[in-house]
């Protein structure tokens, strides 16, 4: 089960990494791309509505393309805070007013974990 | 097949297509060694990740994170509550009947939402997952930078909130608020 899952997830990890397009990793989600790259990250984590089985190769692939650390760490953040997979079962439970609010809630946090990570990359990691 | 396990085969097969499309086989077989060299690299820390969520699940007990929400308040409160999100195994059909389970037992709010924040942000079964799939060094600053959020969460909600339980938070149109009237 797990040289099965193993095999699967890599192989799914590998292929996006070839199909990512290495100028668009370059201005829209790399160290240079700064805020740009935080804010498509959390957007890009909040539709990523899958399992940590399938998101994570993903977000590996993108890591392995390029990205930035605030990138990266906004991808995280928004696809838990923010994940959509999330979302009929809080809006069947609590209610679309509570859903709603949380996600608003949310997104600065996705931000501010992300712009974070960013400044550690310029200012240590360098 | 679980449903998770099923969308992540049907997804290889798609981008194994996709890439045959764009590079030929080229590109198939440039993909197929990243693929293995992530294999090789993760199969041990996906084995300890399946590991540590077997021994998460059966050393809690429902009983257990029942009592501890139930029993602080105040920051230590909601420092405990998101601690017990994070360690509660399993998927939004699981803990968020459990988490609904305290609407009538006068949970305040604020406890209730340092719970599901700490559910979302801490997850510890997820963690091993977190630095085998993607890189140990980016989930642990990841997870230091996230740390305080379900604790900042559950201040502000305390803040603002302070008196108000989950049952009057969550009180539907037509509720008459009174704990003791059964709803359903």
Known sequence: ?126 | MKRSMLIIYISAAIFIIIAYIVGGNDLVLDGLNISMKTASQSALMLLASFIVIGQIQVILSKEMLDKWLQSFSGIKGIIISALAGGLFPGDPYIYYPFILSFKEKELPFYIFISFVFGKHIYDFSRIPMEMSLIDPNIALIKNLITLPIPIITGLLAQRFFANRTMENMFLKVGDDGDPNHNNS
Not at chain 1, 11 to 21: F, H, K, N, R, T
Not at chain 1, 47 to 54: K, Q, T
Not at chain 1, 74 to 85: A, C, D, E, F
């Open chain 1, 1 to 126: 089960m797990v040289t099965q899952t193993t095999i699967i997830l890599s192989l799914l990890a590998g292929m996006i990494e070839v199909l990512i397009p290495a100028e668009f990793v370059q201005q829209w989600l790399s160290k240079e791309a700064g805020f740009k790259g935080i804010i498509l990250g959390s957007l890009g984590g909040m539709i990523l509505a899958m399992g940590p089985y399938a998101a994570f190769p993903i977000i590996a692939s993108i890591l392995a393309s390029g990205a930035g650390l605030g990138t990266i760490v906004s991808i995280i953040t928004g696809w838990t805070l923010l994940g959509l997979s999330k979302a009929p079962f809080e809006a069947a439970f609590f209610g679309a007013k509570f859903f709603t609010y949380k996600l608003i809630f949310s997104i600065p946090f996705c931000f501010a974990a992300g712009l974070l990570a960013h400044i550690l990359e310029i200012t240590i990691f360098t």
